[in-house]
């Protein structure tokens, strides 16, 4: 009881956490980050709501949903008898437009506003279903068997080079496009990750991406009910904020690969990808070698004191037919028996003990960590 206690009290587990740091010799196009998975996976709801909880007094916190429809089974968008079938749908928020300044893309028309139930059509597509820049406003699309209100034209052409933290664009990753290759590494990491294998690299996979000539955008919210996923979420600071500290800080409480736009002296934004590694280690142990050892020394000498102490009945039980073997048993499993009761005696000892000493106020300033 008194060895465990004394090793318990002395010894304790401790966590540090390793940030990595992957430099790109690339200008982002906003100080903030984009968290997104490694091969475009859906992101837990949890990732969106840190990053609107910390955020939201520094800066603009602006997620992302894509509903990608596979092979022939694209989505039918039709403005009354007209009808084009559309490879895929973006959601965004109104916020988005403070991020990265998609808004800018318009050529007709204006941006979401908070609530509304809309959308916006690339030009090529509005063409196809012959909505002209005098119609915004005006004509509906039908879409998800909703009526949806054409608010504004994006310009398919200039958004392909807006490129978001990544180098990527913002319209829907197309899987089908992308390289065989990477269905097997895709499979490797989520298998990697399941089993809690995944390290400290921050290697990203290049997708290809859906041409935004042939994607609708609409809101956020209204993508979700549908039953998209959380793809991405971006954040983009306000600029007297330290970007490299909050994103410590956010790895520091969420184990996520992050895009990172950090400004330098020049206030140009240069992007990095950014993730972190728990490493816990034992610390105290290598100061208790000598009393551990004195220790297992004496409870060796105790031992033996009670094998001699029983030359008698050793007799007894070779001169009954007990094998040498057996008999040895019968002390082992009395050592094991001392060993597991003092043991597990030794520990309550020593958390009830920690518990009194803290409770008194005797351990001021003092922290027993087990």
């Known amino acids: ?39 475009w996976g859906k992101l837990e709801e949890s990732a969106y709501d840190y990053a609107r909880v910390n ?6 916190v602006a997620p992302r949903s894509w509903y990608v429809t596979k092979e022939n089974k694209k989505t039918p968008v039709s403005v009354g008898k007209k009808s084009v079938k559309a490879p895929g749908v973006l959601g965004m928020v109104p916020e988005e437009a403070q991020v990265t300044g998609i808004d800018k893309l318009l050529t007709t028309g204006r941006w979401f506003q908070p609530g509304e139930i809309a959308c916006i059509l690339p030009g090529k597509t509005a063409d196809l ?31 392909r080079e807006l490129l978001d933290l990544d180098q990527e664009m913002l319209s829907p990753a197309d ?23 995944e390290g ?7 997708f290809e991406h859906l041409d935004p000539e042939d994607v ?4 956020y919210a209204m993508l979700r009910d549908v ?15 330290d970007v490299e500290a909050q994103i410590k800080a956010f790895l ?19 992007v990095s990808v950014y993730s972190s590694l728990g490493n816990p280690s034992l610390s105290g142990l290598g100061h208790l070698f000598i009393p551990i050892l004195v220790a297992a020394l004496i409870v060796l000498n105790t031992m033996m004191g009670s094998v001699y102490e029983r030359f008698k009945e050793i007799g007894i039980y070779s001169a009954v037919g007990l094998a040498p073997v057996h008999i040895s048993f019968l002390f082992i499993a009395e050592a094991c028996v001392y060993a597991v009761l003092g043991t597990v005696s030794g520990y309550l000892l020593g958390q009830g003990g920690a518990k009194v000493l803290l409770w008194q106020g005797w351990l001021s300033g003092f922290t027993l960590n087990y």
């Open 252 to 270: 520091s409480r969420l184990s996520v690969v992050l895009f990172a736009g950090v400004p330098d002296e020049t206030g140009k934004v240069r």
């Open 227 to 241: 039953g998209s996923p959380l793809q991405s979420v971006a954040v983009r600071f306000q600029k007297e904020v």
């Open 200 to 206: 400290p690299e921050v290697e990203t996979m290049p």
């Open 175 to 197: 899987f089908q496009s992308t390289e065989d290759d990477f269905e097997n590494q895709v499979e490797q990491l989520e298998e990697r990750e399941k089993q809690g294998l």
């Open 55 to 60: 955020f939201k007094d520094v800066g603009i």
């Open 129 to 159: 279903l012959g909505v002209k820049p005098r119609d915004v406003g005006r004509k509906h699309v039908r879409l998800f068997g909703k009526q949806l209100k054409v608010i504004g034209l994006v310009d398919g052409v200039q958004m």
């Open 216 to 219: 609708i955008i609409v809101p």
């Open 1 to 39: 009881v008194l060895l465990t206690f004394t090793v318990l009290s002395f010894t304790s587990i401790k966590s540090s956490l390793e940030f990595h740091q992957l430099h790109r010799d690339l200008e982002g196009v906003y100080p903030g980050f984009l968290i997104r998975s490694k091969f």
